[in-house]
């Protein structure tokens, strides 16, 4: 009788383990062949960080504001995604979005770019899209950084923000 | 009265079993997790935090010697 129940359990066990390996194969290796990313904005997650360093950003009422530039988040993807897609909504209150850049070396060593795409959404709000290819991003331990570089938005403005409603990234192999 | 005393003898048996079980499963399932997450960084931690099997293996562990 003890050995019956037990025999069962261990199936539902084993059951458990076969479904947790297929999902964790299935979230790697999409069938779709692209991965979303999303971030939460001042939060650390394991697959992309928050913005930082601190000072130069901070979060007012769950928007990521950008003080100063540059800015930085890391990415961790897996070797077999070649692209990455990041997209960010962000609003210029002073200060304009000039670029988002991989690093592409030790140190400081940013190849910067401009949005490929940018639409201005509504509220004042803009979306802005930018593409890498991976294999130009140096990724020690498959931790891609990224660089997010700010300008003010004309001469005369000496202090302005960036504010930030969405940073997402979206790999494809 | 005795019959009383098989059905707790059964059900320490049962227990005991059943960690030896977990044990088993957390334990291997950790180590095997472990090794994916070192071969290729992210594969496993990005989703998840497999140190939780470590902690119910650790429990577990801590039944099997206390009823042994």
Do not use: C
């Amino acid at each position: 009788m003890k050995k019956t129940w037990l025999k069962r359990i261990s199936l539902v066990f084993a059951a458990i383990t076969i479904g947790f390996a297929i999902w964790l194969v299935n979230i790697n290796f999409p069938s779709y062949d692209a991965l979303i990313i999303e971030s939460e904005l001042g939060q650390d997650l394991p697959a992309i960080s928050k913005l930082g360093p601190e000072p130069r950003v901070k979060l007012v009422e769950g928007y990521q504001t950008v003080l100063e530039s540059p800015i930085y988040f890391d990415l961790r993807a897996m070797p077999w995604f070649k692209e990455a897609q990041v997209h960010l909504i962000y609003k210029e209150e002073g200060l304009s979005l000039a670029g988002v850049g991989g690093q592409a070396g030790p140190g400081f060593n940013y190849d910067v770019k401009t949005a490929t795409i940018n639409t201005d959404q509504e509220d004042g709000w803009q979306k802005a899209v930018f593409y890498f290819t991976l294999a130009d991003v140096y990724s020690p331990k498959n931790i891609n950084r990224f660089l997010i570089s700010t300008e003010p938005t004309s001469l005369t403005d000496k202090e302005g923000e960036l504010q930030i409603k969405q940073l997402k990234v979206i790999l494809k192999k | 009265m005795k019959m009383k005393f098989d059905f707790l003898q059964y059900e320490e048996k049962f227990w005991y079993g059943l960690a030896e079980l977990v044990f088993r499963f957390t334990f291997i399932g950790f180590a095997v997790l472990l090794a994916i997450d070192y071969l290729v960084p992210g594969f496993v931690t990005n989703w998840l935090n497999p140190i939780w099997l470590l902690i119910i293996a650790i429990i577990s562990a801590i039944i099997l010697i206390t009823k042994k």
